[in-house]
């Protein structure tokens, strides 16, 4: 019986220069993104961050108002590591964002703010792979974020948009969701990797509450075996795959 082909991933465009992340979480960029970022960063490329959430709602040892800013701290820290220093948070409520407009909105609105040519978002699917159920922050937020991409070119959706001084920015390429069980991209890992890993850790607070395991060892063995396994679809170097969705 012949195997089934794997097709190899292409490597993601690099004629840009400004790009968006907008996740839920802090956290979420460090579990797959950030050796990508950091490249990217390292050929002098901008890259801002947005947050829907503080994370307040993900640490069960601390309240919210205990949790928001120490995670808030853990992110802006993280996201330095690998040279980004532009990082917002809209304040929707972990764990019950919801998919709309005022969602939209808001992303809208940090697009137009950013102004960027790749906009990057996290699996918007229903699960991991078939796997494991995905949460509905990330659902709400990476779908939110497919459609804002489009409503920030529009200047009659979201028109008070305009009155606050944010005029109409069709300038997104492309949008590239990470964590996709259907990836078509990738981007090399190995420069970037090192910084992915302390980029993570500086998520030691969270980190310490979801495992016993050394924290180090934890983040290295994670960001190690996904990179690799991206490898084998992208000439066998490490890399950070990413399904991409041109406009």
Not at 117 to 132: K, P, Q, S, Y
Not at 150 to 165: K, M, T
Request: charged share 25%; glycine share 8%; with cysteine.
């Amino acid at each position: 019986m012949t195997e089934p082909r794997t097709t190899p991933l292409a490597p993601m465009p690099d004629d840009w220069r400004r790009a968006l992340a907008v996740v839920a979480h802090p956290d979420d960029l460090e579990y797959g993104c950030s050796a990508a970022i950091a490249a990217w960063t390292d050929a002098g490329r901008e890259v801002a961050y947005v947050l829907a959430t503080r994370g307040e709602a993900g640490i069960d040892t601390l309240a919210p108002d205990k949790c928001g800013p120490l995670r808030e701290r853990e992110q802006r820290a993280s996201a330095a590591v690998v040279g980004v220093s532009a990082v917002e948070f809209l304040d929707h409520r972990d764990g019950v964002i919801e998919y709309g407009t005022a969602l939209r909105r808001d992303i809208a609105a940090a697009i137009r703010r950013h102004r960027p040519e790749l906009v990057i978002t996290l699996n918007h699917r229903d699960t991991w792979g078939g796997v494991a159920w995905n949460t509905p922050d990330h659902v709400a937020v990476g779908r939110a974020t497919l459609d804002a991409a489009g409503d920030a070119g529009n200047r009659w959706i979201f028109p008070e948009l305009v009155e606050q001084g944010l005029d109409p920015w069709d300038g997104v390429r492309w949008v590239a969701v990470a964590g996709s069980s259907t990836p078509t991209h990738a981007v090399d890992a190995t420069p970037g990797l090192e910084r992915a890993v302390r980029s993570l850790l500086e998520h030691r607070t969270y980190i310490e509450a979801l495992t016993d395991e050394d924290p180090e060892t934890y983040a290295r063995g994670f960001l190690t075996s996904t990179t690799t396994a991206t490898g084998e679809r992208f000439g066998g170097t490490p890399a950070v795959a990413f399904e991409l969705f041109a406009r």
